[in-house]
């Protein structure tokens, strides 16, 4: 269970940092979930950066599950 968090939390994780690479290069589309959908346009970089944080928390916080 420990792996499938860590895993789940990297997931998120990169998808925070693809999306941020999107709106500040351009690049990274295909990638970026937050970037593919329509109705998030306006507020791509704030979703982004949401995701890196929760990425983050998520893999933090596998730490503390116990195996």
Known sequence: ???FVETAGFIVFVQG???LLH???G???LW???ARLDFLDDYG???SIVLV???GAV???ADSIRS
Do not use: P, S, Y
């Open 53 to 55: 944080v929760t990425g």
């Open 32 to 34: 970026a979930v937050a």
């Open 45 to 47: 970089l704030f979703v």
């Open 27 to 29: 690049w990274f589309r």
């Open 1 to 3: 269970m420990k792996k």
């Open 59 to 61: 893999m933090i916080a």
């Open 23 to 25: 709106e500040w290069t």
């Open 17 to 19: 940092a693809a999306g």
